[in-house]
């Protein structure tokens, strides 16, 4: 690489990032460039193959270390409608406000302006999905005192399902089942709940299935999806506090085809 091409701005790593056991040497040099790169816009738009052609390795190795960068809570990353890739520094590590436009107010395309906390797993998914259609043990500790309120959007939507009907239904749409319903109880446990009637049960699995294609067609990818739960959810989030309004995920002409069929369909099965 060029020397005129590298960043002349001083790189930030703290010292929960130098001493993180669960990252590599690797990873934590591309924490202390975002951090560069970050000063002039308040937020790093690199792609991977910069980041390879600066470090001398492969864009796996540097989806690698930005997935477990998220992972572990140091940044967060949002695709936009553009398909640009932007890495925002997460707020706890507190250096947001050092940055030119801080990045708390540079969410286009309205995913959400204070991201979840949590990293959704396949545990948690598990364990809530038991929960509800086992009622095994208590509901999922981040879910505390929510129980009634979950229970009834998860009615409304028609996310219940018994054993005996899950016996028939194919893995996949288990598996859609179980990330629409953690999603759906994420939305009353951040208090956005109350814009569910923006959205029937047809176009929240239609946004699933776009949220699907969307993983599909990006992987292997800069902007390859690494977590398709907290993908659908922001996804989800984000329809939600943008109104009825066109996007990529739903286009106005099936926002219109949608409202016009609500009171005579059930949609879609799954």
Do not use: W
Not at 207 to 223: A, G, M
């Amino acid at each position: 690489m060029n020397e005129e091409n590298k960043v002349s701005y001083y790189s930030i790593i703290p010292a929960c990032v130098r001493y993180d056991e669960e990252l590599t040497d690797k990873a934590k040099l591309l924490y202390g460039e975002i951090t560069a790169l970050s000063n002039k816009e308040g937020y790093c738009f690199a792609t991977n193959k910069y980041f390879a052609n600066l470090y001398k390795c492969t864009n796996r190795a540097i989806q690698n270390a930005i997935s477990k960068l998220q992972e572990n809570g140091y940044i967060h990353v949002v695709i936009e409608d553009n398909y640009q890739r932007k890495i925002y520094l997460t707020s706890s590590m507190g250096y947001e406000k050092n940055f030119i436009g801080g990045y708390e107010n540079k969410f286009i395309g309205g995913y959400e302006k204070n991201f979840t906390n949590n990293i959704i797993n396949n545990n948690m998914l598990d364990s809530f999905f038991n929960y509800i259609i086992k009622k095994e043990k208590k509901i999922p500790k981040e879910f505390e005192n929510l129980e009634s309120q979950i229970l009834e959007v998860l009615e409304n939507y028609e996310m219940i399902f018994t054993e005996e009907i899950l016996k028939y239904m194919r893995m996949e749409n288990i598996e859609k089942v179980k990330v629409i319903s953690y999603s759906l109880a994420l939305t009353v446990k951040e208090n956005v709940s109350h814009l569910l009637y923006k959205m029937n049960r047809e176009q929240i699995i239609s946004l699933y299935d776009e949220c699907k294609l969307r993983e599909s067609q990006n992987k292997d990818t800069d902007n390859e999806i690494m977590n398709f739960s907290n993908y659908f959810y922001k996804s989800l989030k984000g329809q939600l506090l943008r109104g009825k309004s066109p996007s990529f995920f739903m286009p106005k002409n099936k926002i219109d085809e949608s409202k016009s069929s609500e009171e005579d369909e059930e949609g879609e099965e799954l």
